[in-house]
């Protein structure tokens, strides 16, 4: 492998121009071929960079030796570029989430790139801000005890199945769905923090009123093999102002954590979590410490709630401790940044990205894909759908 990485990029849609606007800059790679059937967009985005151009990703492949290719096109067109650049011999792909939308397309892609030795990466990218990795902490250390249930929302404005993709818009939502766009990035997110809990089956309901040539929402029930149920809400009919709205909430045995990642009206973003009393002060300070040195800027909470509603009141007055923040700067690349370092490093574990498991690679893609597709049969048939590892 050469000094610096050459990558090529096969299509040049919203992610896979974002994709080459990251790794341009980035000192150890070097993008110098990129590839999309729109001709047009591939010399305009191949001109300013530099970057030889293709209609073509065949002869891109063919003619250009290549370190990594990410493969960005839409949701259901990965099995074939992948597959390409896996015969072509190139060492490391990074995959756009998610690794496909079919069974038979992921385990296509995974048996291939296991018998050539090709390295996979998933980009799921809800991984990377610092309030995922401040999630994942608190679950891992047990500091809300056991999480037995939670309820996650992730929904976009209407606008993004039938404008955001300008004429192209309805052809590309119905090659997908919020359960393969946005189900991807909360079934990846629940499997991580959750870890080593799985999902072992799925009940999930559809609606399709509005669109037409989609689903309009996906509504599901994950159970886990610890016996933990996670409910998770994904639609694609919201009137909303904002872009897209996404939070999570969990319930443990001793504690609770809310997670505000993109604010709904009215909402404002940011985090607490509400530890378990056998946390002393010292002990929190300490993970608060743990949390500021990986960049994360949480504050320490001691206090004495005391639930009202009006005329009610729940008791409380007792000292509670947790974590806090109103901050939520979110990095869409940090996931990304860490697959180069992989990379680099030959590692999933690489330094920058210690204390947070494995990087996302194809175990993961094919996981995600299996909770998706069983989602979706779930909702068409009516039925529990099983979809243990």
């Known amino acids: 492998m050469s000094p610096q990485l050459k990558a ?70 990965h099995r074939d570029p992948a597959l390409a650049a896996i015969e072509a011999g190139v060492p490391n792909l990074i995959m756009e989430k998610p690794l496909a939308t079919t069974l038979a397309d992921a385990r296509a892609i995974i048996d291939a790139a296991e018998k050539a030795g090709t390295r996979i990466f998933i980009n799921f990218a809800n991984r990377g801000s610092a309030l995922d990795r401040a999630t994942y902490y608190v679950i891992q250390q047990g500091l809300l005890g056991d ?86 809400r994904a639609e694609w009919i919201k009137h909303i102002d904002g872009l897209v709205e996404f939070a999570f909430y969990f319930a443990g045995a001793k504690g ?38 990986q960049g994360i800027n949480v504050r320490a909470l001691v206090h004495r709630p005391s639930p009202t509603a009006g005329a009610l009141k729940a008791g409380g007055g007792d000292v509670k401790r947790g974590l806090e923040t109103f901050e939520n700067p979110l990095d869409f690349w940090r996931v990304a940044q860490s697959f180069v370092d992989g990379i680099l490093e030959d590692t999933l574990t690489p330094a920058s990205w210690q204390g947070y498991g494995p990087l996302p690679s194809a175990i993961d893609g094919l996981r995600q894909t299996q909770i998706v597709a069983a989602i979706v049969e779930s909702a068409e048939t009516g039925r529990v759908v099983e979809c243990a590892p």
């Open 256 to 293: 609770g954590l809310t997670y505000v990642k993109r604010p709904g009206f009215a909402e404002v973003d940011g985090w607490r979590a509400n530890v378990s009393d056998s946390v002393t002060t010292e002990q929190l300070l300490a993970h608060q410490d743990v949390l500021m040195s």
């Open 8 to 77: 090529g990029v096969i299509g040049l849609g919203i992610l896979g121009e974002q994709h080459v606007d990251f790794l341009h800059p980035q000192p150890e790679v070097a993008v110098t071929a990129v590839a999309d059937i729109r001709t047009e967009v591939a010399d305009r985005v191949g001109g300013r960079i530099g970057a030889f151009v293709y209609g073509d990703y065949d002869r891109m492949l063919k003619e250009q030796k290549l370190d990594i290719v990410v493969v960005a096109t839409p949701d259901p067109l």
């Open 147 to 232: 999480v037995v249930y939670g309820d996650v929302h992730l929904d976009d404005n209407i606008l993004v199945p039938t404008k955001m993709w300008g004429g192209r818009s309805r052809e590309w939502g119905a090659g997908s769905s919020t359960a393969h766009f946005l189900l991807s990035h909360v079934t990846d997110f629940l499997r991580w923090v959750m870890a080593p809990a799985d999902v072992s089956e799925v009940y999930a309901i559809s609606q399709q009123k509005v669109l037409g040539f989609t689903p309009d929402l996906y509504d599901a029930f994950l159970t886990f093999d610890n016996e933990a149920k996670v409910r998770v």
